[in-house]
């Protein structure tokens, strides 16, 4: 049976490239090449290793755990003089591919991610994650992986749900000091720093951009470069879940200063209970901070209005139907004063049926001392009616400044908190953001 021409090339292809893994492990042997030496160029001079990223994906951002997820390609090139050879051993080649294998047969910088929690640690094979490897005749090494790691971000939640988040990622050596590797970005036709276009949920990526720089630890001086994530928040999620139910039930226990009447009594009671439901359900997805959120002051307002408009109601509806029962049995005691004519009565006072004499002049006497002396702390219908517009206009008017102050003015009275590791004035690179 013949062979198509596909077929053809592809076999082709597969001989051609094992053909050069051979001859490749030839001229290691013929040099003799020691993987475990780092490269020296002769002028005992650090390995400068050449980094560019690739962010193919940021899947989520967590303030309750405090970490984000991100899938990239990380590249990284450096040149090893041991590996130079000349084009007539690999059929008159600049660059050969070798298999991913062959990472282990050479010197590669022991990179490490010092804020990584965890990554996907893929099978061998795998067809998510893979790695490709380039030598060049003049010695540089290509070596690029696609990577899936967990990072942690410290967050400062002070201006939640406003508040904007800078994220990092750190590459450095793990056991070669700053005069042995240095880090530098890419710079030129290759970028250092690139972003394919990213949709998140919770956040939208403001910035990103690369710095560098020299870490000191104990053990030495070490190389190290930094990716910079600014996330913006987007709050519309806690628009429609929390502030905009939280208004409502604030303006119905204000509209509830208009109902005199012992249904909005109990009604009141139901919105204090309602903003606490939504308080406890808030902070069951909030990570547990010693400090106060922007939406903690926001809630608590809102519980704090209602519970003063409680107040209110409770003491103008005790306050007014009390003088009018007052008023009632003061006027039936001077009737029935009036319509008897005996001085005394009597009263019994024991259960033996023993009856004690009362002088009712007295008791009308004394009765009118205690009216006019309660007549102090009683208030007209026209009082509780001034009391009333006075507290409906207070709290919405209150209410009103409270709202502008939040929306306009609270977000800006707090600095956002910057990382020397991330200094915008130090940045290498800026990604274009899609």
Known sequence: MRCTTTQFMIRRRFLSRGVETHDFLQFLRSIKYDHRQVPDDGFDGPVHVNVSIVVS??????????????????????????????????????????????????????????????????????????????????????????????????????????????CKMGFESYGYTADKVKYFWSSGVIQSLKLHKIRLPDFQVKEAYVTSRVESYATGD????????????????????????????????WVSLWMENETSFQDMISIILTITFLLFSYNEVMPRVSYIKAMDVYLETHRSLPLACYLCFDWSMESHPRRSMDLQADSLMRILVSMSP?????????????????????????????????SWFEFSPT?????????????????????LFYF??????HTQITDDDCDRQMAEWFAEIH
């Not at 009082?383 to 709202?403: D, E, K, N, P, S």
């Not at 306009?408 to 009275?413: A, Q, R, T, W």
Request: positive net charge.
């Open 383 to 403: 009082f509780m009616h001034r009391f009333h517009w006075i507290t409906q206009m207070t709290f919405f008017f209150g209410f009103v400044i409270f709202c």
């Open 57 to 166: 994906n940021i899947r989520s951002v967590s303030e309750v755990t405090m970490d984000y997820s991100i899938e990239m390609f990380y590249r990284e090139s450096w040149r090893d003089p041991r590996l130079t050879y000349s084009r007539e051993k690999f059929k008159n080649k600049t660059e050969i591919s070798l298999h991913e294998s062959y990472s282990n047969f050479l010197w590669h910088p022991d990179t490490f991610v010092p804020n990584a929690i965890s990554s996907k640690n893929p099978r061998r094979q795998s067809i998510t994650h893979r790695s490709l490897l380039r030598l060049r005749n003049n010695g540089s090494i290509l070596y690029s992986r696609r990577l899936s790691l967990i990072l942690t971000c410290g967050m400062d939640l002070t201006l939640f749900p406003f508040d904007t988040q800078l």
């Open 222 to 253: 070490y190389s190290r470069l930094y990716v910079c994530f600014v996330f913006n928040r987007a709050a519309g999620f806690c628009f429609l879940q929390l502030i905009i139910p939280s208004t409502a039930v604030v303006i119905t226990s």
């Open 342 to 374: 005996d001085t005394f009565t009597q009263i019994p006072i024991d259960t033996n049926g023993t009856t004690t004499p009362v002088c009712r002049q007295n008791r009308a006497k004394d009765n009118g001392n205690v009216s006019q002396s309660s």
């Open 408 to 413: 306009l003015v609270y977000p800006n009275i």
